[in-house]
């Protein structure tokens, strides 16, 4: 009888195991994020580097369409959206194995890619069509077209949900986009050629690099309108702003450097020789850390924010240009 009961006992106490291990499996995997990587759009051999924030190397190459530029990571790391502009596509690719999950082709010149609020769309701006295409983020489904201005680039979706901003380079004006209503419901006059967009860690301000004018608009989001306009270098391309929104960098193609801005004097502090032809950059979540692809320099650097000093050169593939969110939750 002491034999029956211990088996009973031990059948039960084994079942229970399992059922905890399920569990806890269950929910690692449900709450598990990718490492943290850096994906960098290569339009010279059609590829994206991955490469380890942790160990600071290009550990994998990604194979995607013709001429890749525009990039944007989601919040956890599970997923990459690539667009490619030469081939008519857009690629997501999974965070995890590096592997396409799916391609669509896509208007005649996706360019400027995002991600909203809570990841479950997909933002494009199509350069030749002048629309914002709107993808379901689980299988790139066409959910709506947004007519804004002349040449749309760059884009930055609010951490409310509620606004899209779009930069219409050829109209030199920024369109915003009610989410909900889907539709252009303002827009705002910058500098001449504005390419590069990003949004504060606040939602308060958006940043406009001006290719040709050479200057940075500063824009209040509740008023919508400009309370500041910078000199930088030349012909600024990406900007990007610390997470304590204590410095803001811009990229400056054709001088080669890194103009470093103050937020509250909204003036130019430093600038930096960077290597050549900078182009994307993004700001580390989680350290005090800038990453910046040279297109001439087939490189990522990787400087400090506090001390402006560049910590390391990381190969890439050919002609890096890195245009977006290419960390997750890079700012």
Not at 235 to 241: D, Q, R
Not at 263 to 287: C, F, M, S, V, W
Request: hydrophobic share 40%.
């Amino acid at each position: 009888m002491s034999i029956s009961i211990t088996k009973k006992h031990q059948s039960k106490t084994k079942c229970a195991y399992v059922h905890l291990v399920l569990l806890l499996v269950g929910f690692i995997s449900n709450n598990l994020v990718a490492a943290p990587f850096a994906f960098v759009t290569n339009q010279g051999d059609d590829s994206v580097s991955v490469i380890d924030l942790n160990s600071l190397k290009n550990t994998a190459t990604i194979q995607v369409g013709a001429k890749p530029a525009g990039i944007v990571v989601s919040g956890d790391g599970k997923r990459i959206y690539v667009s490619n502009p030469e081939s008519k596509d857009v690629y997501l690719i999974d965070g995890f194995d590096f592997k396409t999950i799916i391609s669509k082709k896509l208007g005649l010149g996706p360019l400027g890619i995002a991600l909203s609020h809570d990841d479950s769309m997909v933002y494009v701006a199509d350069w030749y069509q002048d629309v914002v295409y709107v993808l379901d983020g689980s299988d790139l489904s066409l959910q709506a077209e947004i007519a804004v201005g002349d040449s749309p680039s760059g884009l930055a979706a609010s951490k409310d949900g509620k606004r899209l901003y779009v930069a219409d380079r050829d109209d030199n004006k920024i369109s915003v986009i009610d989410t909900v209503q889907q539709r252009v419901i303002d827009r705002i006059s910058v500098g001449n050629r504005p390419f590069g967009i990003r949004l504060d860690p606040a939602g308060e301000r958006l940043y406009v690099a001006n290719v040709a004018s050479n200057d940075l608009t500063v824009i209040d989001l509740k008023q919508n309108s400009v309370i500041a306009t910078i000199p930088v270098g030349n012909s600024p391309y990406g900007v990007a702003i610390t997470p304590l929104n204590d410095r803001v960098f811009v990229t400056n193609q054709h001088d080669n450097s890194l103009s470093v801005i103050d937020p509250l004097k909204l003036q130019e502090t430093h600038r930096l020789d960077i290597g050549e032809y900078p182009e994307g950059i993004i700001a580390d979540p989680n350290a005090n850390l800038v990453y910046i692809a040279n297109w001439f320099d087939n490189e990522m650097v990787v400087l400090n924010t506090k001390t402006l000093r560049i910590i390391k050169h990381i190969p890439t593939g050919e002609s890096p240009r890195a245009f977006g969110v290419f960390v997750a939750g890079g700012t």
